[in-house]
């Protein structure tokens, strides 16, 4: 399949833009907020409002495309062949919530399987961070500069709360091993932190569209992206899953055990 990447881009870029406004304006607005598997696994109108926005802007742009989103607006989509958009409407919606900020927006889209493009919005930044590895890495118009290998010994982690304190696979090992630990609580602002060199590692159980962008823009940074057992990454199934620099990530499977 032929497709433009340069296009995807700035259509993501441009559709980015108009839903970082619209949820600058949302946030200061009463919200509905529900529940969905536990009671800090939230969902609010403005998930669900902006998933229906991204998808029908997406739909009318690339009608031959599929789409995997997570409050439900999107297809059934069993396998990755052609055009395939993953949407995070809201990202950290806990934090969005509770706090107004660090919270993203995220879509990620593959061709045939293959990362080609992301973008993540910082809503409340204002910074969208985009690209791919045929068309580079950019924070609105401006080059990335690709972050260091750093070794662990040297960085920030950022490792899901609830897996941070359980010490799933004994990752606290990981952390003893680092500069410290992180938990930002929103995977969208965890990849911008990971792209600025900010942080060298993330890990938590993430859904496809809590991974789907951020992948695309981390691997293209020459970051490793494995899931836990380092068995390849499934797009359409949750995974435990790491993302770092290439000596922090394979430190980090060293280092994790019960595997
Ligand atoms: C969540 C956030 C969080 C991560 C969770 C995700 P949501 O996404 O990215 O940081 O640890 O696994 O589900 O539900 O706010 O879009
Ligand atoms: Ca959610
Ligand atoms: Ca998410
Ligand atoms: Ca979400």
């Known amino acids: 399949m032929n497709v433009d990447s340069k296009k995807i881009d700035a259509f993501l870029v441009e559709l980015l833009t108009q839903v970082g406004e619209n949820l600058r304006e949302d946030s200061i607005k009463k919200m509905s907020v529900g529940t969905k598997k536990n009671r800090n696994d939230l969902v609010t109108n403005f998930d669900k409002k ?31 062949s052609g055009l395939v958009f993953f949407v995070d409407p809201i990202d950290g919606t806990m934090n969005f919530v509770k706090r107004g900020d660090d919270f993203a927006s995220m879509i990620g889209v593959y061709i045939d399987g293959e990362p080609l493009i992301g973008a993540i919005i910082d809503v409340m930044d204002n910074e969208i961070y985009h690209g791919g590895k045929e068309i580079g890495l950019f924070i609105d118009q401006t080059p990335i500069d690709i972050p260091k290998n750093l070794p662990l010994i040297e960085g920030l982690v950022d490792i899901s709360a609830p897996m941070a304190l359980a010490n799933k696979f004994d990752v606290q090992e990981v ?80 280092t994790l055990k019960a595997r």
């Open 50 to 80: 902006t998933e229906k926005f991204i998808n029908t802007r997406i739909k009318e742009a690339y009608p031959e495309a599929t789409i995997v989103s997570e409050e439900g607006y999107g297809d059934l989509v069993k396998d990755m």
């Open 175 to 254: 952390v003893k091993k680092s500069s410290g630990l992180r938990v930002y609580g929103s995977a969208g602002i965890i990849f911008g932190h990971l792209l600025t060199g900010k942080e060298v590692m993330y890990m938590s159980y993430l859904a496809p569209w809590d991974l789907a962008a951020g992948r695309v823009l981390c691997e293209a940074a020459g970051m490793s992206v494995v899931s836990i057992d380092d068995s390849p990454i499934n797009m359409l199934e949750s995974q435990v899953v790491i993302v770092g620099t290439q000596k922090v990530a394979s430190e980090a499977l060293k």
